[in-house]
């Protein structure tokens, strides 16, 4: 498992102000929210009309072989 965090962005208002909400109630998990030029910041390949995007620094993920052989050696 690495912890990479994980990045959701907005492309619309809607989906904007839904990831806002859960910024809000989920900031003391440590989800925030970053307003466009932070997002811009963190990931520049994203599409230009990005709205912002919902930060979650304490997510990760697996690397899928290294779980196979784990689970295969078990």
Request: hydrophobic share 50%; net charge positive.
């Amino acid at each position: 498992w690495v912890r990479s965090g994980v990045l959701r962005p907005a492309f619309t208002s809607a989906q904007a102000g839904e990831l806002r909400a859960h910024a809000a109630h989920l900031q003391l998990e440590g989800l925030e929210w970053l307003e466009p030029e932070a997002v811009r910041l963190r990931a520049p390949y994203l599409a230009p009309n990005v709205q912002g995007a919902l930060w979650s620094p304490r997510e990760g993920h697996v690397q899928g072989a290294l779980l196979n052989r784990a689970l295969v050696a078990a």
